[in-house]
Each structure stands twice: as C-alpha cells, then as structure tokens.
C-alpha cells in the first residue's frame, strides 16, 4: 500500500469508540490537532469555529448530563465545536463598520458549517494517531442548558461535542447502507419502495452486534429508523429559539 | 516521518484550489471517495446526508451562476451534499410507523451535520489521492432555485457543494488567526480588544497573496471581515423560508 493510502485505510475503518483508557493526550498530540483545525477550511476565510476544550470533571459531567451518557465526562478530551460570529460582530464594530449582518441566519449556518467541518478534520487528524473519537450530537438535547454551562456569548452556539482517548474497546464496523440508496447523479431520484431496496441491509444490520449495549443483537435499519423518530426530546426539538435567544435573527417572510 | 503522519502533514497543508486540470478523476478513486463518505460518522447512526453528483455541463453551469463563481463549471467532479430527512421518512412511513418527526429542526439539524462531517471526511481522502478541492458554501446563495435545478424532495436541502480535480494551481498557505484566539478552557471568554489581539495577524495577511485575483495583496483580516458583513445577499439572508418550503417545521415557542 503507497503511504498516501494509509489515510484512506483509516478512514474506511472509522467505527466510534465510547470507552476509553484512563491515559490522557500527550500536549503535543493535543497541539497538533488544534493545529489541524485552525488550518481547516472556512466559509471566507472567516474562522467562526471556535472550540471549547473541557477539562473542569464538574462541567464534563454537566455536558454528560445533557447529553444522557455518562461515558461523556469520563472521554480524557471533551471538545465542543462553537458556532462563532461574536469574534468578527466585535472586530467589525471595533472599526465602526457595519456589523449587524453578523446576526443574519446565513452567518449561523456558515459557522455551523465551519465547526462541523473542523470537527471532521480534527476526528481525522486523531484516527491517524490511532486515538479514537465519539461524536456528541446529544449536547443539543438542551443546546440553552450547554450555553448556560460553557458562558457562551451573543451570537455564538454549540454545534456539536466531540470525545477523545485511547480506544479501550474494539466494536465491531458497523453496517451501513449501499451508497447506490444516497448518491444521485444530476438530480435527485426516489425509490418506488424503500423497505425492499434496504432489504438485505436490514438483515446485514440484524446480525451485527453493538458493543453498546453488551453485546446484544441490534434492531434491523429500518427498525432503528422508526424508534428514532418517536424519540422526540422537546428541548431539542425547539432548539431554533435558543439560536433566537443567542441573538441571531431568522429573517422569516414576515419579519421586517 | 511516520507513515501515520502523512495524513497530518496533508491536513496542514491544505489550501483550497480553484483551478483545476482538464483531467476526470478515474472511476476507482472516485469510488474511494465515496466509500469514504459511505463509512462517515452519523447521528445515530440514521445516515442522513445524500449526495447529488452533478456531472450535466448545463447543470454545472446552472450551479455556477447560483454561486456567482464560474471556476465551478469547471470542477472535474461537482458534488453537492445534502440534508435527507426524506429517505428515513418514507422508510418510516412504509412501516406504518410515526414518522412526523423527520420534520422537525432538530433532525435537519442532524442531517446538516452528517452532510458537513461527509464532505470534510471526503476532502480529506482526496487530498491524501494528491486531488484539491474547494468547498462551495454559496450554492446557498439562492437554495431555493438549487433544490429546484437537483429535483430535491421535501425533507431534503442542499448543505454545501464541493469541487474536486487535480491541482492546476499552487496556492500559498493562507495565513490564520492564532488558536488562542478560537480555543477556551472551559468557558468562553471575551477579550477586551480585538483588534489589539489581532494586530500581528492583520499585518501577516496583508502580506499574503491571494491567486483568486491575480496576485494581488489582500486586505488585513479586519478589513475583510468589515467588507463581509457588508456584502448581504438577501435571498442567502432569508434561507430559513427555503427551509421550511421544503418541509421542515421550526418549532417557534409560538408554534404549536
């Protein structure tokens, strides 16, 4: 295999990794990947991501407790990926120039984007050192609450958490679905029956174990789909007025 | 150098390109590309993101003028990464299964992240094959007429865009802002002068020069950050309104 492909390798084994040993992140480990996510790229050169590196074990748990995993405060690195327009809003009204479009719901997406690519690169840069990486979609199961927590500004919000360590587990790929079902070419095409074109993945899905939950068979895809969506938690669920209350507006038709 | 590092000494070097050679991309390393956005990290595992390979030339240039960029015409390969709520929700509903709730903002949200971590993971990948890219947040500049020239679904919206070839272009790096200005312990904190902090930074991009527009000096980074706040794009501004046409319901306090 030519070097290069070393990065492809890991990427096509990139399985989450929930429980980790005790042993934390040489300084110089960490440095290198908050060197790899300022070099990400960035809506216009912007850099509205910013990072909140948890280290306090009292607010690690309290961003466990949103999330509902308690395998959260025990991740050696607790990353949270912040949506940041308050950086420029002060360094564009600094210079007296017109800042107020920092507000605009556009500029939120541009930095939610930013911060999940960075997160991306930074999960990366962490399988190529063999650490393992959990993504924390769950901190916005109460996305005011982890304002609350981590101080968070006007016109900033979290995007997503992100753990790191040493793997202390070993789970099993996880299936996943033919990409023949998720890519289009020039439009977007829809199947006369999705349960018979997941057919075979529901099997697949039905034999691999999750390490998750001792080891016990999982549900089929499609089973997973439905428990999904009766999962509705209403602080998630109403999560556009928090990014309201941060301060960024949605500029709906009937708004001036 | 070990070998693991190669992927970090690519994350480091990364530069946008926007030029790009006539040169298609064989079919097996597009192949790749896409394995590696199949076996991406996804919110609860739902596989929200799809992608929309354009490869019409009228096509490409109907994406281009929405971009108001005609380098994206020319990319070798155009993808567009998209939210797709829809899938799971047709899965759902063919079960007979409670389904509204793939409506909600919260899993766009979802969706949105999953489609931003695929794009990163397959830039990523290309960038270990020696290929450039270059990230298109301004398809959203009018996402309205993107989701009608792609045929997209309700339930579904275009996230980002990305062009990918070989490298006819080899840009300097982009100078950026120090870490210490993006990372925090704990909680945010504020500074008290921006422009203070950022002194050095505004001088090492005035240095900088930007291939984009024929080898002239940029501005400082404050100057740029002014010049973009300016620039509102009032279809962009409004996206929100694209958002729920195609479906999505905001779940505002005063909604229902």
Same mark, same amino acid.
């Given at each position: 295999?030519?070097?290069?492909?070393?990065?492809?390798?890991?990427?096509?084994?990139?399985?989450?990794?929930?429980?980790?040993?005790?042993?934390?992140?040489?300084?110089?480990?960490?440095?290198?990947?908050?060197?790899?996510?300022?070099?990400?790229?960035?809506?216009?050169?912007?850099?509205?991501?910013?990072?909140?590196?948890?280290?306090?074990?009292?607010?690690?748990?309290?961003?466990?407790?949103?999330?509902?995993?308690?395998?959260?405060?025990?991740?050696?690195?607790?990353?949270?990926?912040?949506?940041?327009?308050?950086?420029?809003?002060?360094?564009?009204?600094?210079?007296?120039?017109?800042?107020?479009?920092?507000? &605009?719901?556009? $500029?939120?997406?541009?930095? #939610?984007? %930013?911060?999940?690519? @960075?997160?991306?690169?930074? =999960?990366?840069?962490?399988?190529?050192?063999?650490?393992?990486?959990?993504?924390?979609?769950?901190?916005?199961?109460?996305?005011?609450?982890?304002?609350?927590?981590?101080?968070?500004?006007?016109?900033?919000?979290?995007?997503?958490?992100?753990?790191?360590?040493?793997?202390?587990?070993?789970?099993?790929?996880?299936?996943?679905?033919?990409?023949?079902?998720?890519?289009?070419?020039?439009?977007?095409?829809?199947?006369?029956?999705?349960?018979?074109?997941?057919?075979?993945?529901?099997?697949?899905?039905?034999?691999?174990?999750?390490?998750? &939950?001792?080891? $016990?068979?999982?549900?089929? #895809?499609? %089973?997973?789909?439905? @428990?999904?969506?009766?999962? =509705?938690?209403?602080?998630?669920?109403?999560?556009?007025?928090?990014?309201?209350?941060?301060?960024?507006?949605?500029?709906?038709?009937?708004?001036?």
């Amino acid at each position: 295999m030519n070097e290069l492909n070393i990065m492809l390798q890991k990427q096509l084994e990139h399985r989450t990794i929930r429980e980790f040993k005790e042993e934390s992140l040489p300084a110089e480990k960490f440095n290198d990947l908050m060197e790899v996510a300022r070099r990400t790229a960035s809506s216009n050169g912007m850099q509205t991501c910013s990072i909140i590196r948890v280290t306090d074990p009292a607010i690690k748990k309290e961003i466990a407790a949103v999330c509902g995993q308690e395998y959260v405060a025990k991740a050696p690195e607790l990353l949270i990926f912040i949506v940041d327009q308050y950086r420029n809003y002060k360094i564009a009204g600094e210079k007296n120039s017109f800042n107020e479009s920092a507000k &605009d719901l556009d $500029r939120f997406f541009s930095a #939610f984007t %930013d911060a999940c690519i @960075t997160a991306q690169n930074v =999960v990366n840069a962490a399988e190529s050192m063999n650490l393992g990486t959990v993504y924390l979609g769950s901190i916005l199961n109460d996305s005011e609450k982890v304002c609350e927590i981590l101080n968070l500004p006007q016109l900033t919000f979290p995007a997503i958490g992100l753990g790191i360590g040493y793997p202390n587990q070993n789970p099993q790929l996880k299936p996943r679905m033919d990409m023949s079902l998720r890519i289009f070419e020039n439009k977007y095409s829809s199947f006369n029956n999705y349960l018979d074109e997941i057919k075979d993945y529901d099997k697949e899905m039905n034999a691999y174990y999750d390490l998750r &939950d001792s080891n $016990r068979r999982v549900d089929s #895809f499609s %089973d997973q789909v439905a @428990t999904q969506f009766k999962n =509705v938690i209403p602080k998630r669920q109403k999560m556009i007025n928090v990014i309201r209350k941060q301060g960024f507006n949605l500029n709906l038709k009937d708004e001036k």
